[in-house]
């Protein structure tokens, strides 16, 4: 299985930016999906998850109000519409797939991730 994210690129800060993730083989219909952020020399962090039906997401506080999650059963994708970018969410973004509702990354697949760098 492997997940398979896209759409980020170099934007200008207040921009947006749309990203994607999408599994082969499988749609994890009723699994737990979510993305994270790495950052060079910081740890990966999460940015936001969302469970099977999309009647329950989390944000981080530094995204809260800009990005927003959300997921395709049908097609077995998950999104991230992220509005009024900032230098500070320059990073490697992930997707990730799990069981669990959680902000650690104890999830038990990932994509490969995309570059997202927003210019000042």
């Known amino acids: 299985v492997q997940l398979q994210a896209s759409g980020g690129g170099l934007v200008q800060a207040g921009g947006s930016l749309r990203l994607s993730c999408a599994a082969s083989g499988r749609t994890f219909s009723t699994y737990v999906k979510g993305w994270f952020r790495q950052a060079p020399g910081k740890e990966r962090e999460f940015v936001a998850a969302i469970n099977w039906s999309g009647g329950r997401i989390s944000y981080a506080d530094s995204v809260k109000g800009r990005f927003t999650i959300s997921r395709d059963n049908a097609k077995g994708t998950v999104n991230l519409q992220m509005n009024s970018l900032k230098p500070e969410d320059t990073a490697v973004y992930y997707c990730?797939?799990?069981?669990?509702?959680?902000?650690?990354?104890?999830?038990?697949?990932w994509g490969q991730g995309t570059q997202v760098t927003v210019s000042s």
């Open positions: 990730a797939v799990g069981l669990t509702m959680t902000q650690s990354t104890d999830y038990d697949y």
